[in-house]
């Protein structure tokens, strides 16, 4: 079946530092591709995504570009801050039944 | 404002109770989700509904139920047969592939 795979945390950045958390996925079909970011204690954020080969989503300095040749789907950010620091998501949708296959999760930590 | 809310953040357990989750949204989204997490680990999908009166059966559906009477609301209800239901409860919308997420709901067994 579909499943989505994520580098193992925590992934530990001082401030300014360039972000990569990689995550690839297989699937049968075309899905569309996530990213979620959980704050301590809280619900899931979307943070951005991408429905189609070759789009790239970004928001809040975050960008990841669907690869279907390497079928992947890595976040990157610039130059990260203290506030992102929270769990990461990566996840596909089953287009079938709009149901949301989700990897384990990456723990991101910046330190001043 | 428009969202999803859950109710209560804390929930305690006594052995063999049943205890009901409560997930309200005003999106006007036809699907609803109710989703598992434990430390450490992803998502897990419990339960789903696509539309008013019906629902699905997600991969760990054992020890839960639920209902879906109104558009805006799908309650979740940890039966005594969960014998580990300690975890962090999630709700969630969908209009289309893309879900939005309650703030959820931390449940303890005393």
């Known amino acids: 079946g579909d499943s989505v795979t994520q580098m193992e945390g925590p992934v530990t950045l001082s401030e300014e530092a360039f972000l990569t958390i990689n995550c690839t996925y297989t699937a049968t079909g075309y899905p569309s591709l996530f990213w979620y970011v959980q704050y301590p204690g809280e619900g899931l954020q979307l943070l951005l995504k991408a429905t189609k080969a070759d789009d790239k989503g970004s928001n809040k300095g975050f960008e990841a570009t669907y690869r279907k040749e390497t079928t992947s789907f890595h976040l990157e950010k610039g130059s990260v801050q203290v506030s992102d620091s929270a769990v990461y998501f990566c996840?596909?949708?089953?287009?079938?039944?709009?149901?949301?296959?989700f990897g384990t999760g990456t723990r991101l930590q910046v330190f001043p | 404002d428009g969202g999803i809310t859950q109710s209560p953040k804390y929930l305690f357990r006594k052995e063999g109770q049943n205890v009901t989750l409560s997930c309200e949204q005003n999106?006007?989204?036809?699907?609803m989700y109710w989703y598992r997490q434990d430390p450490g680990q992803g998502l897990r999908l419990i339960y789903y509904s696509q539309i008013v009166n019906d629902f699905q059966k997600g991969d760990i559906a054992e020890g839960y139920s639920v209902s879906r009477e109104k558009k805006e609301s799908f309650p979740l209800t940890v039966t005594s047969a969960q014998k580990n239901p300690t975890a962090f409860y999630l709700c969630?919308?969908?209009?289309?592939?893309?879900?939005?997420f309650g703030p959820g709901t931390r449940l303890l067994v005393l």
């Open positions: 969630a919308s969908s209009w289309g592939e893309t879900q939005y």
């Open positions: 996840a596909l949708s089953d287009r079938s039944t709009d149901k949301l296959i």
């Open positions: 999106l006007n989204h036809d699907a």
